[in-house]
Nanobody, 124 residues
Framework: QLQLVESGGGLVQSGGSLRLSCAVSGFSLEYYAIGWFRQAPGKEREGVSCISPSGGTSYADSVKGRFTISRDGAENMAYLQMNSLKATDTAIYYC??????????????????WGQGTQVTVSS
């Protein structure tokens, strides 16, 4: 059974840092792209960052220079290091996976496997 489980969310002050983790089970990440997405109340789910099996990355303009995505094939894990957090980063963060050949952009519509999400709240 394919499963993705996020952890590491929480409450942090503006300017602080959090590291989100995504534990994957039921399949190997070797051929999968991984994406981090977020959804704030009343807003659509947006792509934050994505990483290909070869390590190619993309970031939303709003997080460039502050967030870093990474993956660990041996541990079947993915991570999102978030620094210099802002109140506007407050959202539920989801990790997602999909066969890399099916992914053309860092968009929620391209990904078929999803975790349950973890809440990130940044106080100003």
């Amino acid at each position: 059974q394919l499963q993705l489980v996020e952890s590491g969310g929480g409450l942090v002050q503006s300017g602080g840092s959090l590291r989100l983790s995504c534990a994957v089970s039921g399949f190997s990440l070797e051929y999968y792209a991984i994406g981090w997405f977020r959804q704030a109340p009343g807003k659509e789910r947006e792509g934050v960052s994505c990483i290909s099996p070869s390590g190619g990355t993309s970031y939303a303009d709003s997080v460039k220079g502050r967030f870093t995505i990474s993956r660990d094939g041996a541990e079947n894990m993915a991570y999102l290091q978030m620094n210099s957090l802002k109140a506007t980063d407050t959202a539920i963060y989801y990790c997602a996976a999909e066969f890399a050949h099916r992914v053309h952009e860092c968009s929620a519509t391209e990904y078929g496997y999803w975790g349950q999400g973890t809440q990130v709240t940044v106080s100003s």
